[in-house]
């Protein structure tokens, strides 16, 4: 279970400048995420993860608010290290993004969703520094996002990745994230170029903390760079619980 806020008054510009939104605007969105990993076979499992959404946009003009569920996401997870006892932790992603929450090109309700699906291919790579406890983790992946049905517009693909360490003392532990987004130029009849392309780098701290069953964490996303995205950072915080096995 994670929840995520965000509230800013500025956006990245196409030439990733920070610029305030017209008209005094403030964009606040709030999102609350329940994720279901289950493990399927030695080295394979698949996620489900569903979202809950609420938007909020306001300006000198008014004041507009959506509230309802959002996108979901289905992957699976293959290692070929675990099924064939490989040293090197690699595992391979694959997912779908399946427009769900409300997506309205033609209306003034703000969206709860893309309005179109993603598919989604993932690489990644890690290493333990056992008997320290600590990691670290590589992911490398590509978004194929498919045109919006209802407009036409053909959203730009986008290339990823994240880089991850973390340290931990007993209950406690901290992580640092690094992640990107290289979104390619879009298409539509009549719109194209760079400037509607998404570009986005964040860093992630995070403190962790073993409670009950489970465990919990808070951090925040930190945008260092971007274009056509938010440009103010979010807070995080999850808890996450392993039912069965250890």
Do not use: C, M
């Amino acid at each position: 279970l994670t929840a995520y806020r965000q509230s800013t008054s500025e956006v990245f510009s196409p030439t990733g400048d920070r610029l305030a939104y017209p008209l005094e605007g403030q964009a606040t969105a709030t999102s609350l995420y329940v994720t279901t990993d289950l493990g399927l076979a030695p080295g394979f499992d698949a996620w489900v993860q569903l979202a809950f959404q609420r938007v909020e946009f306001s300006d000198l003009t008014a004041v507009r608010r959506s509230t309802g569920l959002g996108d979901i996401r289905i992957y699976t997870r293959w290692s070929p290290s675990a099924r064939f006892g490989w040293s090197l932790p690699l595992a391979f992603r694959a997912g779908v993004k399946l427009p769900f929450g409300d997506f309205d090109a033609f209306s003034s309700v703000l969206p709860l969703g893309d309005g179109q699906t993603d598919f989604e291919f993932i690489a990644e790579v890690g290493h333990s520094f056992w008997p320290t406890n600590a990691y670290v983790t590589a992911w490398v992946g590509y978004r194929l996002r498919r045109p919006q049905p209802t407009t036409g517009f053909e959203v730009g693909n986008e290339p990823f990745f994240l880089l991850t360490g973390a340290r931990s003392w007993n209950r406690w532990g901290a992580r640092l994230a690094v992640d990107g987004i290289l979104g390619q130029e879009p298409a539509a009849v009549g719109l194209g170029g760079t400037s509607q392309a998404r570009r986005l780098f964040r860093v992630h701290p995070a403190l962790t903390v073993e409670i009950g069953p489970g465990g919990l964490e808070a951090g925040a996303r930190f945008p260092v760079a971007g274009r056509n995205l938010p440009a103010a950072p979010d807070i995080v915080v999850g808890y996450f619980v392993r039912w069965g096995g250890s």
